[in-house]
């Protein structure tokens, strides 16, 4: 089923509708967490890697909406798109995947350059600033293992300092809590339906996007200056296959 950019609205995500209902009822104050507020500094992994041809990288991190907005937002990814990750591919579908039993975390695939920007220093922007990794099974309003914090390691050496990143932070004692994040490998990555794509570039008014998300892309400008960029690396039709 193909989703147009025409119908796009007309598409609006579950979550999106009941969030947008809750604050015009103000059963919601329109405050975000204070994660998403403020992000936290944290220092470069201790082990990277460098390399010389496109890499990729797939972070699990709540929505996916902001978690691929802030990557879009981000020097050196060249592509980041929005989908699902953990589960078999005929149930890397939006409302199986939204019933929490499929296995599948949203996930971004994040398609980047390794001379301008590090497998390590995406690690970076992912726990400080793209979500808490210190929420187990959730992130903000969105509850299940749906909204857990994983990493989808590419190869081996990913994982390798994936969970040496985590090791060194949670020794640090950097969060109130530990460390939830998990690191998965060898998982299938598939493209979310079309109208997931860029959400937050098209949406940035609502209520769901401006409570939980655009204090991200705040939180990377402000904590990751040389990092940020303001024109987001936008997903085209041709490149999730829809």
Known sequence: MSH?????????????????GAVALGALAPVPSAFAQEGIAIPAPKLDEAGDATATAVFAGGCFWGVQGVFQHTKGVKNAVSGYAGGDAKMAKYEMVGSGLTGHAEAVKITYDPKAVSYGKLMQVYFSVAHDPTELNRQGPDLGTQYRSTIFPQDGEQAKLAKAYIDQLDA???????????????RTFYPAEAYHQDYLTLNPNQPYIV??????????????????????????EAAIGQ
């Open 172 to 186: 640090a004692k950097l969060y109130d809590a530990k460390i939830e994040t998990t690191v998965e490998p060898d």
């Open 4 to 20: 147009g950019r025409s119908t796009f609205r007309s598409a609006l995500p579950l979550r999106a509708l009941l969030l947008a």
């Open 211 to 236: 409570y939980n998300d655009l204090p991200k892309i705040e939180n990377l400008k402000k904590l990751f200056p040389d990092l940020y960029r303001d024109d987001p690396a936008l997903v085209s």
